[in-house]
């Protein structure tokens, strides 16, 4: 790479214009300064850097050099002495390893503002151990300026990505980006990380630049990283195709935001809003490297020292006939006649089916396509890989099969005829083969997994780094398997070429493709978990908190039993089996307690056995923490809840487990035997044998277990919360986390929200005889007025009020969106809704009430509320979606009723005109959505 920016260093003096505004700045040679030295340019103000080149290149400066208000130094900043006649701006965007004082000492001299960029990872106590420098850096500014009365300000940044990157940042996107340079993107697998942050680095230059010159900015720190994360699975999806997703207008999936303590305030005080144009801005950047001579392996360390052109293809990937990279006008479907038609269905009908049934020349007997995926997913379901695996490879000869069949009839296609059909067979065929391919390579995954279970649990003495490499790889196979399925089964050319006469066969085959990718997902993120929380030879505690859905919570129920795990490297090493009830004994302080639990329950102190009073469980989560840390003094770094019904579907796979006074104790008999003495006593006893079976290698049914595990995480029955904020936001991107949504905005979508939270505040199991069921109306006025009608109808089995039974006392929460009316709140004839608190929290606004239900009495609560902001109608309709969230520990039937205007028409409607109903068993989230067009 040439050596094109001369230092003004080298010149005997440098012209400094008095009327001009001067910026300093310091790295401004780096892959991040230089983009920022253009930008002050264009501002047209005078702009000197100063860097030694450790990590930067004169060459980024280029441009800059044409510039007469440029001014370059090579020199060490520490060392940097040169009499100026002003100072307006400084900007330090160097990597460190140099004095502040000297430069401090200058902006001090002139009165100069100070931006000091420094890493958001400092939030992060398990990733600021490398960045001593910037921490220190931080706090020696803020006292500089403190002490010396200077216009100082923090801007910490997340990854930066974009032309001139350096690709020393382990990032998963940096990853990406370096894999696709060279050449090496399939092959790669994504371990540890499942999401960024990353932004472009123009938008990092725009923050750098707005927190320096907005007003009241100074003794702040901002933060600059994407609120809401993405997933890097789509990303490099993106990055195999890029002009395919470009033009489909990629979006990527709404992940919960991942918030920094300073991100909102940034947003709002700068009004900065990070660009999400993920596409256009990979493009710029694999644009950018084409041309460059900088040698990927090189700009991972250092700077270069020798010229290397890059081994990238400079017309970019070739399009292969057909793939999604060949932009091709879509043709009409050849009109042929009777004859030539029926022969096309014939053709089709023929290849097709021999994917799904018997063909005779592959043996009588043999089991189609289909039904062989769908039992292998049985047989993985249960724990049983090999046949799952050997299920697969027998659909795989289904598939040969039909490939003969096409081969046998190679004439017609070499005469040119039914081209298009001969295609579609094709897509067809190579299709079923990335599914059934895919699934292989899933099961040989979970397969894997179980293996590095039993490692970690002490049960196999395999080295667990290869084994969850081994799992990792075969994931991300299976990942990119159905990845170009998906591609073909849902390309528009498919669909159009497909006849009605096969639909319901593909929707099959899309359907063994939905649930490969759905388990690719779980299995993908479970590794990534294992991964992450085993790389490092550290000891770390969890705790599992046993919850009695009988005496519900928002969480699912009170806390009545405890497990510790410690583990270290990755393998488990104790477990203790704590009483909730002892540990809080041994709290000295005064807690105060929330109000509800104070003025029902009679709590003078809030305590561990009730920490799980919110219903987001992260925050119920860390409150659980703070109280087991006060109790006890030890770390905890992450914490599963689960509810009793889960631990009697686990004793259905173990079997029987013999507690302290000899009693066994069957997923039958668990809840009687609960109810009739004392369930702290009882819980502990009971977690102690449960978990010495678990640890037990020989006969246990572990794949059971796990089949367990999976569908009480899918129901809500347990929730996950981890203590490091990367692999929380995974947690809640598969839906385990328990997180009470926050709002997102989603231009053109009416996005409404309900969630209900029940607390037990009588002192009784009476959610063990209560049951309800709910009815949900929603009516759209002609103006686009939506108004909701939710009513729950509560019936109490109790015979009478001898405990376990008992007046059902229900401290009852509503969160709604923000902003909504509330006209009425009904419980049975009588209007309570001057006896309702108002609050606000999550960004939703709330109602809580507290309602009673007497032994053997039915009785409905009913709700009337009006949503702030109405149905509006944009080129392409108007679209909108409900989002309904199930507390952990109730399940319930919801029946949802949509009335609309006759003159809206409703997108796929199938019932009356103005009026949809459908019924849903309420066991996990659900989202709801409708478009309507005039």
Do not use: C
Request: overall charge neutral.
């Amino acid at each position: 790479m040439p050596e094109t920016a001369d230092p003004s260093n080298s010149k005997e003096r440098i012209l400094i214009a008095r009327n001009t505004p001067v910026a300093l700045v310091i790295g401004g040679a780096g892959f991040l300064g230089s983009h920022l030295v253009e930008e002050l340019l264009k501002k047209n103000l005078q702009v000197l850097v100063v860097d030694d080149l450790s990590s930067g290149f004169k060459q980024y400066l280029t441009d800059a050099t044409k510039n007469k208000n440029f001014h370059f130094f090579v020199e060490n900043a520490g060392d940097f002495n040169l009499e100026l006649p002003r100072l307006d701006y400084l900007f330090i965007v160097a990597e460190g390893g140099w004095d502040l004082t000297n430069i401090l000492e200058l902006a001090e001299k002139h009165h100069s503002k100070i931006v000091f960029v420094s890493s958001i990872e400092l939030y992060n106590k398990d990733s600021a151990s490398g960045l001593e420098w910037f921490k220190t850096g931080e706090r020696k500014i803020a006292q500089f300026a403190a002490d010396h009365n200077l216009n100082a300000r923090v801007v910490r940044l997340a990854t930066i990505y974009g032309p001139r990157m350096h690709f020393r940042n382990e990032d998963g996107l940096i990853e990406l980006i370096k894999a696709t340079l060279l050449g090496e993107l399939q092959k790669h697998s994504l371990t540890q990380q499942f999401s960024t942050r990353a932004i472009f680095v123009g938008e990092a230059v725009s923050l750098i630049i707005k927190s320096m010159f907005a007003g009241s900015t100074a003794l702040k720190i901002f933060d600059g990283a994407m609120s809401e994360p993405i997933q890097l699975t789509e990303i490099k999806q993106v990055l195999l195709d890029p002009v395919w997703y470009e033009n489909r207008g990629f979006k990527p999936t709404e992940l919960p935001p991942w918030n920094t303590p300073n991100l909102e305030k940034t947003i709002k005080t700068l009004n900065w809003q990070p660009d999400a144009s993920i596409v256009k801005y990979l493009k710029s950047t694999l644009s950018y490297f084409k041309e460059a001579e900088v040698p990927i392996a090189q700009m991972t360390t250092s700077k270069p020292t020798h010229k290397i052109s890059l081994w990238v293809d400079e017309e970019g990937p070739k399009a292969k006939e057909g793939s999604p990279l060949e932009i091709k006008e879509d043709r009409p479907i050849k009109s042929y006649g009777w004859g030539k038609q029926l022969i096309w269905v014939g053709l089709l009908i023929l290849i097709f089916y021999a994917l799904f049934y018997p063909f005779i020349s592959v043996g009588v007997g043999v089991l189609n396509y289909k039904n062989r995926l769908v039992t292998a997913s049985q047989a993985l379901e249960k724990g049983d890989y090999e046949t799952s695996i050997s299920l697969v490879e027998a659909a795989q000869e289904s598939i040969q099969s039909a490939s003969f069949l096409i081969s046998s009839v190679q004439v017609a296609r070499s005469n040119g005829w039914f081209g298009e059909q001969f295609g579609l067979a094709d897509d067809l065929i190579k299709s079923a083969q990335l599914v059934a391919e895919g699934t292989k390579e899933a099961a040989r995954g979970a397969k894997s997994l179980y293996q590095i279970l039993k490692i970690i649990l002490g049960q196999d003495k395999a080295e667990l780094a290869d084994n969850l490499a081994g799992a990792q790889l075969q994931l991300a196979g299976a990942d990119d398997h159905f990845s170009q399925a998906q591609a073909i089964l849902g390309s528009d050319s498919f669909k159009k070429r497909l006849p009605a006469i096969l639909q319901g066969r593909v929707r099959n085959l899309q359907d063994r493709l939905d649930y490969g990718q759905k388990l690719t997902g779980k299995a993908s993120g479970i590794a990534s978990l294992i991964s992450s929380l085993t790389t490092a030879n550290t000891k770390k505690s969890y705790l599992v908190v046993l919850q009695d859905q009988s005496e519900l919570r928002p969480t699912g129920g009170l806390i009545v039993g405890l497990t510790k795990l410690d583990f270290i490297g990755g393998q488990l090493k104790t477990f203790s089996v704590l009483n909730p009830q002892d540990l809080d004994k041994k709290l000295t302080a005064t807690v105060e307690p929330p109000r509800e639990l104070k003025l029902d329950l009679g709590l003078k102190t809030w305590n561990l056995a009730n920490a799980n009073w919110e219903g987001d469980f992260p925050t119920s989560a860390r409150q659980v923490i703070w109280f087991f840390n006060q109790e006890t003094g030890q770390k905890i770094d992450g914490v599963a809840g689960l509810d009793v019904l889960t631990l009697k579907e686990i004793l259905q796979v173990t079997g029987p487990v013999k507690i302290a006074d000899s009693s066994e104790i069957t997923s039958d008999n668990l809840i009687a035997q609960a109810l009739s003495g004392s369930q702290y006593n009882f819980y502990s006893a009971l977690l102690t044998g449960v978990f010495n079976k678990l640890l037990t290698p020989q006969d246990l049914n572990w794949p059971g277990v796990l089949t367990v595990m999976d569908r009480s995480l899918t129901n809500k029955n347990m929730t996950l919360y981890l203590d490091d904020t990367k692999l929380l936001s995974l947690l809640i991107t598969q839906g385990w986390a328990g997180v009470l949504p926050r709002p997102a905005i989603t231009k053109g979508v009416l996005k409404d929200f309900l969630a209900t939270m029940e607390a037990n505040l009588g002192g009784n199991k009476a959610n063990y005889f209560v049951s309800q069921n709910r009815q949900l109306q929603t009516t759209i006025g002609s103006s686009g007025e939506i108004e909701q009608k939710l009513t729950i109808d509560y019936k109490n089995d109790s015979q009478n009020e001898v405990y376990p039974a008992g007046v059902y006392k229900n401290n009852l929460r509503f969160y709604l969106p923000f902003g909504v009316k509330v006209n009425s709140l009904y419980w049975g004839s009588e209007d309570i809704l001057k006896l309702a608190s108002n609050f606000s929290d999550y960004g939703r606004s709330g109602l809580s009430a507290t309602i009673t239900l007497a032994p053997q009495e039915t009785k409905s609560l009913v709700i009337n509320y009006v949503l702030p902001h109405k149905l509006e109608f944009g080129e392409k309709g108007a679209k909108y979606q409900l989002s309904l969230v199930k507390q952990s520990g109730v399940n319930y039937q919801l029946k949802w009723k949509l009335n609309y205007p006759i003159n809206f028409q409703l997108v796929g409607e199938q019932g009356s005109a103005g009026q949809q109903e459908t019924t849903l068993e309420m066991k996990s989230d659900q989202t709801l959505s409708a478009t309507f067009i005039k």
